[in-house]
């Protein structure tokens, strides 16, 4: 049941692009096309869930215990650009069909806050899931992960949706390219408002 | 160019928000007020311009297939060090502020400075792009905050000029969008004169 | 321009900028630890003395079992006699986390209370934060019963944030609870 709420609440009620503003750039940037949107959001979903995971372990038995927890932004961001490094030589090796689809976004992930921003809101906020307020656990963690990442690309295929059907139509030309994208993200979050309140 | 333009040009032609349309993130997140807004500008700024400093001194002797990972260590050191001194000296605007510190690493206007412009040029030079770059990011995202603030609270800089409550779906994440949205429109057509 | 890589300069320049930043670093941290604990430990006194009657002895913080609560610290006066409470206490909001800090005398009546820390909606469930409005005046001597009155208690809830201000509720109830348990 606690798995079910934390889904839904990461999923829908605090969706990490819509009501967190976390990984912007590339949920503008890659959103034209439908097939990028849905390639781009498979890679950040595989390396969020790997990286929180990774991340939550070096928090707990690295940083925690030597009291190093200060070194927190320092030592996520250096492990999440080896990971990505990592993702994409293993990827190359043992199935060359899915780095092609993959491969031209793994870079950018790198620099995508969402991959930064969920690993240390893991580690260092307390959530309530409808329950008591708790940190995570590892199973917790990584279920949320999961979940965040899924919410990314609800988010980023349903917005592509909506694009590809803008650029067919004719908007005044101060309107064009961001500024109607951003206007339709907002009306986006709006509708997305609706579910807060619910876990 | 001449030392003046490479600061002014991060206010307009090189808008960072309106026209290079980086830094996203903070940009949308901390700007609920014109207070916010100004603070999470000069944090960025703080680190755009120790890093710019840093990176265009170290930038000759950086291997060149190393230097992405030596830049983020340089601009997560500072990072580090501004949460440090945040969290001694000003604890409540860190704890407004929240995650969108930490995550200055990631913002790509950083390291978009560094290789566009730092590891090429002299030191000064370096430093004024860091200046004009995070004075241009400033000052969007106060110009943000002030309009959020007013639609959404009725008040500016915390100064309340209606009594009440303003349209609440401005301070919340819908308004971030929409705000910057039309400020963009705003901008494109002002620039097109 | 960048110089060229090869195995050796990579593996100098890499170690010697994560030397020099780890030593800024480690610099760095020891001198704003002090500063930052100061400011922390500031940061606690002034909650607990806003929430608990002037005067007295607070002692330092003690843990607890009790549900929701983070941990307490006993006022005393002089002669050791027990005069109020501070409590910190958590509970679900709307948006995540409330925690709260609440001043309560021995007898179980609600002296005043404050925010800690929430993530309440901007407009509506963060109005729990505005000091000198009536849902925070009402706290004050507060003895009543502990729910809002939409579910029959005597606490009147912020408009249109009744989930906040059930948490803001259940957060001094467990705070009154832990009181009435350590005054049996």
């Known amino acids: 049941m606690e798995y079910l709420l934390i889904i839904i609440s990461a999923i829908f ?62 030592a996520f961001i250096l492990v999440i650009a080896a990971l990505v490094q990592m993702v994409e030589i293993v990827l190359k090796k043992v199935s060359p069909s899915l780095y092609q689809a993959l491969g031209i976004f793994l870079p950018l992930i790198t620099t995508n806050c969402a991959v930064l921003g969920v690993a240390i809101n893991v580690v260092t906020k307390e959530f309530t899931f409808g329950g008591e307020a708790h940190m995570l656990g590892l199973g917790e963690a990584t279920v949320y992960a999961f979940a965040t990442s899924l919410g990314y690309g609800l988010a980023m295929v349903l917005f592509a949706g909506i694009r590809e059907h803008l650029a067919m139509n004719e908007v005044p030309k101060a309107f064009k390219g961001l500024p109607i994208a951003l206007i339709s993200v907002g009306i986006m979050a709006l509708a997305f408002l609706g579910f807060s309140g619910i876990v | 160019m001449s030392k003046f333009s490479l600061i002014t040009k991060g206010l307009l032609k090189e808008n960072p928000t309106f026209v290079l349309v980086l830094g996203m993130c903070p940009t949308l997140a901390t700007t609920t007020s014109a207070m916010n807004g100004l603070e999470m500008g000069l944090a960025t700024m703080f680190v755009l311009i120790l890093s710019n400093i840093v990176i265009s001194l170290i930038a000759p002797i950086v291997p060149d297939k190393v230097h992405i990972p030596v830049y983020i260590v340089v601009i997560a050191t500072f990072v580090t060090v501004l949460q440090l001194l945040m969290q001694a000296f000003t604890p409540d605007v860190y704890k407004t502020l929240g995650l969108f ?93 | 321009m960048a110089a060229k890589s090869n195995l050796t300069n990579m593996a100098l320049v890499l170690t010697a900028v994560c030397l020099v930043c780890a030593a800024i670093l480690g610099v760095i941290y020891v001198v704003t630890a002090e500063p930052i604990a100061a400011a922390a430990a500031a940061e606690a006194q002034a909650s607990i003395a806003k929430v608990l009657p002037e005067g007295g002895e607070i002692s330092e913080e003690l843990s607890s079992d009790a549900e929701g609560v983070d941990g307490y610290f006993v006022q005393t006066d002089g002669e050791g006699a027990v005069t109020a409470y501070a409590v910190k206490s958590t509970t679900g909001g709307f948006g995540g986390p409330v925690t709260l800090m609440v001043g309560v005398l021995p007898d179980g009546t609600v002296y005043n209370t404050s925010v800690l820390s929430h993530s309440e909606t901007p407009g509506l469930g963060a109005k729990c934060t505005e000091e000198n409005s009536h849902f925070r005046e009402q706290w004050k001597g507060f003895a009543g019963k502990l729910a809002v009155t939409k579910d029959g208690g005597d606490i009147d809830a912020i408009t249109a944030s009744t989930i906040t201000s059930r948490a803001y509720t259940k957060a001094v109830a467990q705070a009154v609870a832990l009181v009435k348990t350590l005054e049996e």
């Open chain 1, 13 to 74: 009620v605090n969706n990490i692009v819509l009501a967190q503003f976390l990984g912007i750039c590339p949920f503008l940037g890659v959103s034209n096309k439908l097939s990028t949107a849905s390639g781009m959001s498979l890679a950040v979903c595989f390396v969020i869930t790997l990286a929180t995971v990774v991340t939550f372990l070096i928090n707990k038995y690295l940083l925690v215990p030597f009291g190093l927890t200060f070194l927190q932004t320092i």
């Open chain 2, 101 to 193: 510190i930490p995550l200055i690493v990631v913002n790509c206007i950083i390291l978009g400075r560094a290789e566009a412009f730092a590891n090429k040029n002299g030191v000064w030079d370096s430093a004024l792009d860091g200046i004009g770059i995070g004075l241009g990011f400033t000052l969007s995202l106060t110009v943000i905050g002030i309009v959020r603030e007013i639609l959404g609270s009725g008040a500016v800089f915390g100064w309340k000029f209606i009594s009440g409550d303003g349209i609440l779906a401005f301070v919340m994440a819908p308004g971030a969008f929409l705000v910057l949205g039309y400020l963009m429109v705003l901008f494109n057509k002002l620039a097109k004169k």
